[in-house]
DNA sequence: GTCTATACCAAGATAGAC
DNA sequence: GTCTATCTTGGTATAGAC
């Protein structure tokens, strides 16, 4: 299958930020992995703010359908969780690699408003599929001891992003597993 | 108290990290804060992986200060990670800012491997003072079940920083106490 | 210990040809 | 849509005077 210059562009900026910030990569360095020039780039991102704003909207729309696709796929509560739990650990690519939404997250003063509100809203979008995972676990019984489930993914979320910089400080996975041990405890399998 | 030139530009690249990154200040942005020019600068610290060595090492040793005065001040395992938790919480600084260790770990592939050693340093020292609070707490009862000290603390770490970055992207200090929620109320105050 | 001056490089971005 | 060429700014770092 052929990838148009655009994606090429998305998939190298996408990778680019999550290994190692949104200051820090540049549009030299994209030239080079896609092979196209700095000056070509401004044609399709005319500038570092706009890509960042593509970067966070395609990021949003893939783990939504990432959601989507686990609902189908698994029956409980504890088994869709287990899922997201499982594509957390998968992003970070033996411990290079941060979820978009945690890389931009400490360059804040960087990035447009904009793309601000875009992390926003997609923070939004996974704390209420969270929720209601909780709230399926709770009445299916695959989840011991939810007593709030808004509560239980106010902390799920920020402990996925905190797990990912464990493991990714000790370049070592198992500090993703340890972190989440406690909560996969709960879920009956 | 007058504060030698060392120690302000200490302080104004810890504020500088935490609020926009280690990729996000320079040397210019220090020299303009402490009033003294960019090349006086590299006196004191040779080049910016100098700084950022420098920052993780006082950052270790002002928080191992900070736990053993907590652990002076409070009786209980509870109030002692309550104490913590307040910290971590006044770090924020309204939204504004993160623990040093976090707003660094984004921007690994930037830093010195000295750097990273003093960050898992860091991140050790803090862990097995969390367990061994979570250890106090389950044996003078104040933290409802405790089952494991370790896993508890492998989670509350990450879910510290987690937590910050979820208040910094929505500019809002709630996100930290929401994120916090479910483990302080476990707390018998 | 701090300064001025400067070297060197990389950044984001633009103009205009093809 | 991609290129060459160039602009402007700002980054880290150094030399050498005071």
Redesign the interface.
């Known amino acids: 299958m052929v990838t148009d210059t655009k994606t090429n562009l998305l998939n190298s900026a996408e990778h680019a930020a999550r290994?190692?910030?949104f200051?820090?990569f540049s549009y030299a360095d994209l030239a080079a992995e896609v092979k196209i020039t700095k000056a070509s780039i401004h044609h399709h991102f005319a500038n570092k703010a706009t890509l960042a704003v593509a970067l966070m909207q395609r990021y949003h729309t893939d783990l939504k359908a990432a959601c989507a696709e686990i609902d189908l796929e698994h029956a409980t509560g504890a088994a869709c969780l287990s899922a997201l739990i499982s594509r957390y650990h998968g992003a970070l690519e033996g411990g290079q690699s941060?979820c978009l939404?945690?890389?931009f997250?400490?360059?804040?003063?960087?990035l447009s408003a904009q793309t601000?509100a875009e992390?926003?809203s997609f923070?939004s979008m996974m704390i209420e599929w969270i929720s209601q995972k909780f709230r399926q676990g709770k009445e299916d019984g695959s989840i011991q001891h939810v007593l709030?489930p808004e509560?239980?993914a106010?902390?799920l979320?920020?402990?996925?992003?905190?797990?990912q910089?464990?493991a990714?400080?000790?370049q070592d996975t198992q500090?993703f597993e340890?972190?989440?041990?406690?909560?996969s405890q709960r879920f009956q399998t």
């Open positions: 290994t190692r910030g200051d820090g941060l939404c945690v890389s997250s400490t360059s804040i003063e960087s601000i992390m926003n923070r709030d509560a239980e106010a902390a979320l920020p402990l996925l992003e905190g797990a910089l464990a990714r400080v000790a500090r340890a972190a989440l041990r406690l909560v």
